[in-house]
């Protein structure tokens, strides 16, 4: 796939609940770049779990830009916060043909993730017991909080001489909250072993360039070359225009480039916006089109996939208990967290909140993913409309969670057969509800997935 937008930033952007397919878009965009082009992340960091598919295996990037496989540069972005040993750890599962040492870079200005923000996101999370947000435990909201507060150690500090120095006060300050607040005493053997890896982990940072995003960026722009923004998460997560407090602490709209890179907004072209055909959450908060609703919600809360597996041997897709089709969706749609191999919660596609993650991003163009898995429903559904207090509406109120929300809905009827089946057109059913979408959203399906890997794809001839 080429990108349009030659002298500007294309963002790639979740427009739900992240896991909509950012991966393998991105991995698609890069196997048309050159080495003159760029693919940056902007925010988040290792709670991102980014699938792709190369030469029949799968990989997960968390921290390194899907488009690893490609020509392209590769960059860690200002925004983001890197923990060292995940990201060097990261780079040991690339095949040792790929070279990318040379095309990969990482600004100053992101935040480090010390051993200790791990342990206070997942001991505060424990302790918030069920007012918890379900977060990846991957110590995001504190390394986060440690930047706002002006704490924070960045990648630049790890060459100065007070680095080790700095990083002890910041470590017995988390270690003196984890006592006195949490009553949390961290053990001093399994530490260690942490503190090692994080300090393997600097020492390889050091051995990589580290570049201003900004002057790279602008670099790029000026000799002609594309710029893709990997978002992370999804637009319900962004940390002000999300379902707060259910979300993550960075900026994951487009409008996180700008901050996220340390550019002028005017470098940011249209989005490219990402959705499944359905939906789907993983952690807490409100979900309108929840399949299921409170029970699919909680049963997703406790449970691993084995033991679902075991308890429904056959979900049906067609069974008359919502909650049964959100089992089978999960199933049928593999929705099992990247990251922390939770259950994630699965719903119909809510068109309220897509139109609100199209406008604040300004995606101009849209990518439908995992069409496919839609494949063994005899009738799909959509969320039109909401009915908040007696009044239908398509506007997303200030909190979700607190709004009783009956959500109005349309019905599909669903192809025979398999997509695949269809030599890369689209039955007649498919293409009448993905040209409803393009209508209702009012903006063009660039593709549509079908499958997992890069090539499971129709791309648009509608
Ligand atoms: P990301 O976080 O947005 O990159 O998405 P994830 O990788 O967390 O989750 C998307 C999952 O769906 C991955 O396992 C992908 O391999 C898979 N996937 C992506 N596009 C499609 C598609 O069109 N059809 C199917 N069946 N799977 C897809
Ligand atoms: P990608 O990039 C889906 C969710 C967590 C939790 C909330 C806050 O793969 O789409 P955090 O660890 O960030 O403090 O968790 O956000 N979350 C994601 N959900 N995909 C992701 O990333 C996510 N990253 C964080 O489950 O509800
Ligand atoms: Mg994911």
């Known amino acids: ?25 991105v991995a698609r965009i890069a196997s ?57 750890n990261e780079t040991k599962t690339i095949p040792k043909n790929i070279s990318f040492l040379k095309r990969l870079s990482v600004s100053p200005h992101a935040v480090l993730i010390l051993p200790t923000h791990v342990l206070l996101d997942s001991v505060s999370e424990t ?12 110590g995001i909201a504190p ?22 120095k700095r990083y002890q006060v910041l470590c017995d300050q988390h270690k003196k909250i984890l006592l006195n607040l949490y009553k949390y005493k961290v053990s001093s053997e399994k530490f260690k072993k942490s503190e090692g890896n994080f300090f393997s982990g600097i020492k390889f940072l ?11 960026v602008a670099e790029i722009l000026a000799k002609g070359g594309k710029i893709i923004a990997e978002g992370a998460q999804g637009t319900f997560h962004d940390i002000r225009f999300g379902n707060y407090p259910f979300v993550t602490s ?16 005017s470098w940011i072209g249209g989005a490219i916006g990402i959705c499944k055909a359905y939906a789907t959450k993983v952690g807490e908060g409100p979900f309108p089109t929840e399949l299921g609703g409170e029970r699919s919600a909680v049963w997703c809360r406790d449970k691993k996939f084995n ?17 049964r089709q959100g089992v089978a969706l999960r199933r049928l749609g593999n929705e099992i967290g990247a990251v922390t191999g939770r259950l994630r919660r699965t719903g119909w596609l809510d068109i309220p909140l897509i139109k609100y993650a199209i406008k604040i991003n300004n995606a101009t163009e849209l990518v439908l993913t995992k069409l496919d898995v839609l494949d063994n429903f005899k009738k799909i559904k959509v969320c ?53 979408l393009e209508k209702t959203l009012g903006v063009k399906i660039i593709y549509v997935g079908t499958g997992p890997e890069e090539h499971h794809v129709v791309e648009r001839y509608w």
């Open 1 to 25: 796939m080429k990108l349009k937008n030659k002298s500007k930033i294309t963002p790639l952007i979740g427009l739900q609940w992240g896991d909509e397919g950012k991966g393998k878009g």
């Open 32 to 88: 048309s770049l050159s080495k003159n082009d760029l693919i940056v992340r902007f925010q988040g960091g290792n709670n991102a779990g980014h699938t792709i598919w190369q030469g029949g295996k799968s990989y997960v990037f968390k921290l390194i830009p899907s488009g690893i496989f490609g020509r392209a540069q590769i960059h860690l972005g200002a925004g983001m916060v890197v923990n060292p040993s995940a990201f060097f």
């Open 127 to 138: 302790k918030k017991g069920d007012k918890k947000i379900g977060s990846t435990g991957r």
């Open 143 to 164: 390394a986060y909080t440690d930047l706002v507060s002006r704490n924070a150690l960045r990648v630049g500090d790890i060459f100065q001489k007070d680095f080790k």
């Open 206 to 216: 050091k051995s990589l360039t580290i570049k201003n995003s900004a002057d790279l």
């Open 250 to 265: 960075s900026h994951t709209i487009a409008g996180g480039v700008a901050t996220g890179l340390g550019i002028p907004p």
């Open 307 to 323: 033991y679902e597996k075991e308890k429904f041997p056959n979900p049906g897709p067609n069974s008359k208990d919502e909650f």
């Open 384 to 436: 039109t409309h909401y009915i908040i207090n007696g009044r239908r509406t398509t506007d997303i109120p200030f909190d979700l969670s607190r709004e009783k929300i009956k959500c109005v809905y349309k019905s599909f009827p669903v192809w025979r057969g398999k997509l695949e089946d269809y030599d890369n057109k689209l039955p007649r059913e498919a293409l009448d509800y993905v040209r409803y």
